[in-house]
């Protein structure tokens, strides 16, 4: 199997270990155990005497009770029967790919978007239909040009809901819009909601998985809940031949998740509330610090994000953004990543989940670089 380079991967790789100002991670600002013990009231000593006491098997082949249940209750209408754990969101997308396209199929992914949507399936022989996402349509996809791409063979829509790397969020109406589109094709809708529930404001994010019987949903404990280090996530879908397809398929590439992960992860779902409240907290005061600095360096444009964790922001300098993040990252230690990874000149994606004084240091460090172009 051929397959392109994953341009952000790559470039996360080979800088983020070693930068000073890390603004180009995705996640909010991650937690240790023990900061996971203080959300959960959970007693460090029980904790860890449980885990000590545990035989490291390969334990429950399609996750804990405790997993699934907790899972489950991220939706509205998911039993935890039709949630399939997973090694990351990473792992739950290239296995909903793995498990269901085939050479021949016809798959519609949007772009700017995280790569696996476009370039698995293509690595797979799918044909696949992009439709471009544009700043004045604030980065939502155009309806007609999904209904007007959708063929009799169309295997499956992609989308992602927060949106990554701009934080646009398609509002229900136009979630619903979609799945009438792909009920009428019969095609599965694949959500990567791995930014579900970060939101600026107050309400229910809805699933793609609670309002279409085709729909799948992928996330994991990584970005809502700072648990990047568990590799621990999910492919959540009502659909039973899509799940008999999720479950045939992982015996050959995934088995099952680690006891640990799964402990840990069934922790933190039971102090959901409280990591939400905090995650939020801090991803709306940190928007608010860039959105002031936007407005203040004029050389600099987005459009605001309405959820999620990065921004796609814009500079009006004459340099290509592989040689402005190299060089930014070089003189001053901020570390963006290119718009270039996602098809977008002239641009950097910035995360502002990162405590609150990173964010600040980095902008600084942006500002200053920006003077000696």
């Not at 080979?14 to 991650?30: L, P």
């Not at 005497?49 to 082949?61: E, F, H, M, Q, V």
């Not at 050479?103 to 399936?121: C, E, K, N």
């Not at 590799?231 to 680690?258: N, P, Q, V």
Request: net charge negative.
């Amino acid at each position: 199997m051929e397959i392109k380079p994953f341009a952000v991967e790559e470039w996360m790789n080979e800088y983020e270990t070693g930068a000073r100002y890390n603004i180009a991670e995705t996640c909010v600002d991650s937690i240790s155990l023990d900061e996971l013990f203080e959300l959960s009231g959970m007693d460090r000593d029980e904790f860890f005497s449980a885990i000590s006491g545990k035989r490291l098997t390969y334990g429950d082949i399609y996750g804990s009770k405790e997993l699934l249940d907790g899972i489950s209750k991220l939706y509205r209408d998911i039993k935890s029967s039709e949630i399939v754990p997973t090694h990351g969101a990473a792992g739950a997308n290239h296995h909903v790919f793995y498990s269901l396209v085939s050479a021949g199929d016809r798959v519609i992914s949007i772009m700017p978007t995280y790569q696996q949507l476009y370039s698995i399936p293509e690595s797979l022989g799918a044909t696949v239909d992009i439709i471009k996402l544009r700043s004045e349509n604030g980065y939502l996809p155009d309806i007609d040009e999904i209904e007007a791409l959708v063929k009799p063979n169309t295997k499956m829509i992609c989308i992602n809901n927060p949106n990554n790397p701009t934080g646009a969020v398609m509002p229900e109406e136009m979630l619903e819009r979609i799945v009438q589109i792909a009920r009428r094709s019969g095609a599965y809708l694949l959500c990567d909601e791995v930014y579900r529930h970060l939101t600026q404001q107050d309400g229910w994010s809805v699933s793609v998985a609670d309002i279409y019987e085709k729909g799948i949903s992928v996330s994991s404990m990584s970005k809502v809940f700072s648990l990047a280090g568990i590799r621990m996530g999910w492919i959540a879908t009502k659909d039973e031949d899509a799940l008999r397809s999720f479950r045939s398929h992982r015996d050959y590439d995934l088995i099952s998740c680690g006891v640990i992960d799964d402990a840990i992860a069934s922790l933190a779902l039971k102090a959901k509330d409280k990591i939400l409240a905090r995650n939020r907290g801090i991803i709306r005061g940190n928007l608010s610090v860039l959105d002031n600095w936007i407005k203040n360096n004029p050389h600099f444009s987005y459009v605001k994000p309405q959820a999620g964790t990065t921004a796609l922001v814009y500079y009006d300098f004459d340099i290509p953004s592989y040689e402005f993040c190299s060089r930014l990252y070089k003189e001053t230690g901020a570390f963006v990543t290119p718009g270039d990874c996602f098809d977008e000149k002239y641009s950097f994606r910035i995360g502002y989940g990162s405590d609150p004084d990173t964010l600040l240091s980095g902008l600084e460090a942006i500002t200053e670089f920006s003077k000696s172009l």
